[in-house]
């Protein structure tokens, strides 16, 4: 495909750099402001070469549509999304759903949705026995055990203390858990990795709290329950709920979803979301953890060598490329924006790198700023595609040197079987039909 | 009252210093590392002095409620508040609502939220003549005038380009107004400071598209006309244009929301949300504005000489207390942390100050971090109530050098009866009963 001259009339312009294989250019490409200062292409020039999806149009008078001949709708008291993105919606997994309708997940659309912040009806959810009916005039938080006083706080007495809002994804421990499985399974990119969501929580200070009821020296673990019907239960290591453990009050502004936890949840930073207790009603302060169910049976990586590694906490770093991605169609050759997510439970992402050509060679990827500590971080890369196949992977670096690997260096670290924390690089394929599906390499 | 000694064997503590009248403390005391960090105070010290609002107790065996004894509610495709917060809406202003219920506007509750990302249903509303029912397989994009080739725009299309990020706030042009009444209206901080709101936008850069029509070097302003049954349209420097406004496609990460100009929406930061054209089919590229309606009989500032000035886009430096705030209730002496929005439409807000004695002793807020330009801005700081009178205000600057001045600076500025740009401070009054009201200083 010809890059120049393709429009009659056309300057000649400089094009933008190719910057890696199969059509990958310059991330600084449409940073318009940059690119300019920059000197590394004029706008005008990448600009032009976009311009394969406007119309050029010879007599410029738009038709009046009919929705401009009738009064629109009046106010609402709380809005909701178009009709016509009624389709936008979580996928919901329920495994046994006749036994028990309420144990299951449902998943973040993220190929639907851009930037990074998930709405919070769109949050993914993770329920044991479904999402309690909590009355918040009703509902307490206790904290005892090894407490010098144990406390009792209602609802409204936590929204006197103090607060702080930080903006923090929230992972499961088994997201994108389809991918380890044999073959990989031809689904949506939020079917497969959308048990992960960001928002901006507001709350009080987990520290706040425990130091006010005084934690006896040989306290060493919280154990946090939940007002739920399976009441789920975490042990946390205390050093964690003193250093960045948030109890949630708000979720984008508003109150908690109650499918995130209402009236009020734990928030762990970077750590595998089960242990982030939602609808929390009880911290008690130990010596060691409890060893429940959803920390033996469940929540641990199956080894190798048959065992299984318990407490693993921390996400690991990860990037996944949401457009283009499975089940999206391209519109033919020409220039794409390759876009995704990338985050880290240790820290801050660093660098994303993207491959066109299954990782023969990669270009470094725009991360949008500000790249916030444990949050979603948007990525984005110009890609010219020539109509060939083309593998299209992206890889993800944090502050702490962590890179995110292969899907058979994944799979080398666990035995078959275990589903939790895959955080291996994704592979989409595109035809030269168009087509985009999951494949692995 | 006595802030020593209040409960029974309780250890002599450190008291956070005080930094200003009538019991404003230090905002340090409660970022729990960095209070830590600099020695300011101990955290048991502090967090003990709030305990009036936890209830200590003998026996710490909590009763299991009636929500953890059925399973739950299964999952949705997407989700909504608690039926508890069913009262958390926006305020609707409708002054012909026989004649016209889509001309009008409805608040943003601030003192019903917390953060700073406003949730998109609740984001503030402004129309016309109501809200446009878009199909957006239908809707178009015109660029024409003074270019070199005029050019229409799928929403499909749009989709293809280059994408940005950026939290934003948008705030009415009349966003305040009753407080430009002779007398202070008794209404919530909401339903007088909330036509502003603050959401992550994604979108086009608007400069792209205008650049890839071309410019005619006669072209200094763009009309941008909405697809409503108004016929909105402003006249904007082509300077603005081509520097940060973007085509919005997306909100807190999902579609546009109707309200706010599904599909496609002008976003000229800081500037008047009026100039923001929702439901936007068509940027005219022209030598001079348009003097339309809403830049003439609307929009415009009325002077003290009688005449109005025009064109006023930029939003001024601003700050409002949300909590507490007119219509809340004190819950008694004691710890309360004041906590507020500040913005500029310049920039990087840089500094809050909170006085809780009318104006004659003022100490620095803490920001929640990342302040970004053009943005909401979170500031808190704590306060000891003695249950005396207080006259709470917050003061913000910005990183231009604007300060917010008082209401009798705002006024004078102006005629009577200009009901724009109101950005003076507010006035809170808390009774010794702890009510709340509006008062002007």
Redesign the interface.
Known sequence: MSREGKRKGKEAILMPPRVAGNGLLDRR??L?GIAKAAGVVT??G???D??A??????T?S?AV?P????????????????K??DQ???T?F?PYKEL???A???MTPLH????????????F?R?H????????S???L?I??LVK??????V??LH??????RVYFLECSGNSFPNAAAEPPQMSCGAIHGLVSCS???GV?A???L??A?IDPKGKWVIAEA???A?MNRSIPLEKMLDDAMIA??Q????????QG??VRLLLPGWEGNASVKWL??LEVTEGPAYSREETSKYTDLMPDGKARQFTFVMGVKSVITHPSAGLHM?GPG???I?GLAWSGSGRITRVEVSADSGKSWAEAAL?E?V?SKSLV?F?I?WEWNGGPALLQSRAADDKGHVQGTRALWTAQYSTGNVYHYNAIQTWRVSPEGEITNVYL
């Open positions: 490409a449409f318009t706008v005008a990448l600009s032009s976009i311009l999806t406007a119309q050029a149009i010879e410029p738009p549509p929705w401009m001949k009738v009064p629109g709708k009046p106010f609402r008291g709380y809005g909701s999304p178009s016509y993105e936008v919606k979580r919901i329920q028990a309708p309420g299951g997940a449902s639907q949705l851009h930037g990074t912040i998930t709405p919070s009806g769109l949050h959810e329920h026995n479904g999402v309690p009916d909590i009355d918040p009703q509902h307490q206790l005892h055990g006083r144990p406390l009792m706080f209602s409204e007495a006197r203390y103090p607060t702080m809002s901006e929580w507001t200070p520290a706040l709290l130091e006010e005084g007002a739920d019907a009441a009050l708000y984008n502004g508003e109150h908690l979803r109650p499918e209402y009236p009603r009880r519109q220039f794409y924006e876009s949008q500000p916030l948007r984005r110009p």
